[in-house]
């Protein structure tokens, strides 16, 4: 469990990460609070940490409910695949929003497969009570 623990605190703070990175964007534009449109770097950046949070949400309840009823290495390993799409998605959404594909849905599928490890897992030992 120690290696999805990590993966979890890793999610965790790569989104603390892209946090700051979009409050130094905010400072570079000279854009006010509460503003949020009015530069394209500063909008990129804010796109890449809501997205972030928005798939954090699904993405830390289903790692730690699958890595209770699966393979530690398995479901750190998908975790892992996890925060490799995050960071591509980032790089990527920087510099060319049309780019992000890759990067979203190397982020979108380990979680929907997690996800589906967490629904079966309780419901394979549910069955087997």
Do not use: C
């Given at each position: 469990?120690?290696y999805?623990?990590?993966?979890?605190?890793?999610a965790?703070?790569?989104?603390?990460?892209?946090?700051?990175?979009?409050?130094?964007?905010?400072?570079?534009?000279?854009?006010k609070?509460?503003?949020?449109?009015?530069?394209?770097?500063?909008?990129?950046?804010?796109?890449?940490q809501?997205?972030?949070?928005?798939?954090?949400?699904?993405?830390?309840?289903?790692l730690?409910?699958?890595?209770?009823?699966?393979?530690?290495?398995?479901?750190?390993?998908?975790?892992?695949?996890?925060?490799?799409?995050?960071?591509?998605?980032?790089?990527?959404?920087?510099?060319?929003?049309?780019?992000?594909?890759?990067?979203?849905?190397?982020?979108?599928?380990?979680?929907?497969?997690?996800?589906?490890?967490?629904?079966?897992?309780?419901?394979?030992?549910?069955?087997?009570?």
């Open positions: 469990m120690e999805i623990e990590l993966v979890g605190a890793l965790v703070l790569q989104f603390f990460f892209f946090g700051f990175m979009t409050g130094s964007a905010r400072r570079k534009s000279g854009l609070a509460p503003a949020v449109t009015g530069d394209a770097g500063f909008e990129r950046m804010y796109r890449v809501t997205n972030t949070l928005e798939t954090l949400v699904a993405f830390l309840p289903a730690f409910i699958a890595g209770n009823h699966w393979p530690s290495a398995l479901v750190s390993g998908i975790g892992a695949i996890y925060l490799v799409g995050r960071f591509i998605y980032w790089r990527a959404y920087i510099s060319n929003p049309e780019s992000r594909g890759l990067g979203f849905m190397l982020s979108i599928l380990p979680t929907f497969v997690l996800i589906a490890l967490a629904i079966l897992g309780p419901l394979i030992s549910v069955a087997n009570a």
